[in-house]
């Protein structure tokens, strides 16, 4: 099946501590996103990529790092410097070519401990 | 700023009503208005993508429409199932493939 796939689904960090979150699909689409979810909130764009090797800051990257080797994977790290990590954090991914239609992963919950 | 608002933020309706979310956008330069659902912990399923050239889009019991020249969009969910409960968003694309979300309405639909 074609899709996104996002892993862990629930993770946990101590303070100082960076993690990393996996986003990976397979459904050949050029251009990746991570997005974070706060309760009563809409969706916020953290990094996007829209070609390998290539990334984007979006609105709230301070904090955030992220790779793209590959066209399939689009790393997500969390590091020390991001003060209040807890969150839902959503990968999405779509073409690249004009009236692109998104398709999202199932999340992963970070909270910190 | 680009902005999405949806109003109402939730919404109770017994079984079997039709009813409508609405959707506002402020970037008249807007590319594609897609609607998703989100169920509880879950990620985003997309429903309809509307590109700007449209007025609107229909898959099953759901139609939404789009009117630029008002910055406004409206999902319509006809006969609805307690199955349909779950939180609805809306967000706008102005060609650069990074979404712009609503806040999303509640939807709560009692047997």
């Known amino acids: 099946d074609g899709g996104i796939t996002q892993s862990p689904k629930y993770l946990f960090r101590k303070e100082g501590q960076n993690v990393t979150l996996s986003c990976e699909q397979n459904l050949n689409h050029d251009a990746m996103y991570w997005y974070r979810q706060d309760p009563g909130q809409g969706l916020r764009l953290i990094y996007y990529s829209q070609i390998v090797n290539d990334f984007q800051k979006g609105d709230i990257a301070e904090g955030y790092s992220v790779s793209r080797e590959k066209k399939e994977s689009f790393p997500l790290t969390v590091t020390s410097a991001q003060k209040n990590p807890t969150a839902f954090y959503l990968c999405?991914?779509?073409?690249?070519?004009?009236?692109?239609?998104?398709?999202f992963g199932q999340g992963t919950r970070l909270t910190v401990v | 700023k680009q902005e999405v608002t949806q109003i109402p933020a939730a919404l109770s309706v017994p079984e079997g009503e039709n009813l409508v979310l609405n959707c506002s956008f402020t970037?008249?330069?807007?590319?594609?208005l897609q609607w998703f659902r989100q169920d509880p912990g879950k990620g985003l399923t997309s429903l309809l993508l509307i590109q700007s050239s449209q007025r609107e889009q229909t898959s099953g019991r759901l139609n939404a429409s789009l009117d630029k020249s008002s910055g406004r969009s409206t999902l319509y969910i006809a006969a609805s199932q307690p199955g349909d409960s779950a939180t609805y968003l809306c967000a706008q694309d102005g060609n650069t493939g990074k979404l712009i979300f609503g806040q999303g309405t509640t939807l709560q639909v009692k047997p």
């Open positions: 999405a991914s779509s073409t690249n070519t004009g009236y692109t239609e998104a398709f």
């Open positions: 970037d008249s330069a807007i590319y594609n």
